[in-house]
T-cell receptor, first 111, second 112 residues
Framework: QQQVKQSPQSLIVQKGGISIINCAYENTAFDYFPWYQQFPGKGPALLIA?????SEKKEGRFTISFNKSAKQFSLHIMDSQPGDSATYFCAASWGDYKLSFGAGTTVTVRA | NAGVTQTPKFQVLKTGQSMTLQCAQDMNHNSMYWYRQDPGMGLRLIYYSASEGTTDKGEVPNGYNVSRLNKREFSLRLESAAPSQTSVYFC???????????FGQGTRLTVV
C-alpha cells in the first residue's frame, strides 16, 4: 500500500484562484517531503521540498505547509495560471534511499 | 547536459516476450531508481540501486529484474511480459538521500 496518501485526485480552479493539495503519511521516520510537477508526456520534476524542522516554505506562488503532529503536509498554488495545469505528486523519504510517492493530483486551471 | 536518458520511448510487446529497458545518467549520481506510473496509482517503486553494485526491491518488484551495469547505467528487464505490465516506466537518479531526484522522459510499454 502507498505510504503517502494524496487528495484530491483532481481539481479545477479558475485563473487567479488558489489550488490546495493535501498529503498524509504514517511513517514518522520520513524526513524529506518533496513535491513534483509533471506535464503530459514528460517525467516529473522537482517543484519544492521541505524538511520537518520547518512548518512552511514558500517559493514564488508555491507554498508547502507542514504539520508534523498531524503527519500532514499540503501544497498551495496561489494566483493559479493556465501554465500550472499539470499533475502534482507529493512524496516522502528517509535515509534508506527510497522515495515514496502519492497517487497524484491533476490540476486544471481555467482561463 | 542530457541528465537521465531512457530507451526506448515506446514499445509494444506480445505476452510472454522479454525486453530490457535502458537508463543512463550523466550526473555522476550514486543512486538510481525504476518506477512505473499507472492512472490513479501514482509512481510506484519497482527497484532501486543505492550505489554501484547494489540493488534492492521496491514496492512492486514481481516480474522484473534489474542490473546496475556501472555508475551510469541501470537497466530493467521483463523476462516474460504480461498485460498487467502495461504502464509508463520512469528511471530516476539522485546523488544522496533527501536530495532532488531527476527523472527521464519515460518509456510507454504496451503488452498485448
Amino acid at each position: 500500500q502507498q505510504q503517502v496518501k494524496q487528495s484530491p485526485q483532481s481539481l479545477i480552479v479558475q485563473k487567479g484562484g488558489i489550488s490546495i493539495i493535501n498529503c498524509a503519511y504514517e511513517n514518522t521516520a520520513f524526513d524529506y517531503f518533496p513535491w513534483y510537477q509533471q506535464f503530459p508526456g514528460k517525467g516529473p520534476a522537482l517543484l519544492i521540498a521541505i524538511r520537518p524542522d520547518v512548518s512552511e516554505k514558500k517559493e514564488g506562488r508555491f507554498t508547502i505547509s507542514f504539520n508534523k503532529s498531524a503527519k500532514q503536509f499540503s501544497l498551495h498554488i496561489m494566483d493559479s495560471q493556465p501554465g500550472d495545469s499539470a499533475t502534482y505528486f507529493c512524496a516522502a523519504s528517509w535515509g534508506d534511499y527510497k522515495l515514496s510517492f502519492g497517487a497524484g493530483t491533476t490540476v486544471t486551471v481555467r482561463a | 547536459n542530457a541528465g537521465v536518458t531512457q530507451t526506448p520511448k515506446f514499445q509494444v510487446l506480445k505476452t510472454g516476450q522479454s525486453m530490457t529497458l535502458q537508463c543512463a545518467q550523466d550526473m555522476n549520481h550514486n543512486s538510481m531508481y525504476w518506477y512505473r506510473q499507472d492512472p490513479g496509482m501514482g509512481l510506484r517503486l519497482i527497484y532501486y540501486s543505492a550505489s554501484e553494485g547494489t540493488t534492492d526491491k521496491g514496492e512492486v518488484p514481481n516480474g522484473y529484474n534489474v542490473s546496475r551495469l556501472n555508475k551510469r547505467e541501470f537497466s530493467l528487464r521483463l523476462e516474460s511480459a504480461a498485460p498487467s505490465q502495461t504502464s509508463v516506466y520512469f528511471c530516476a537518479s539522485r546523488d544522496r538521500p533527501n536530495t532532488e531526484a531527476f527523472f527521464g522522459q519515460g518509456t510507454r510499454l504496451t503488452v498485448v
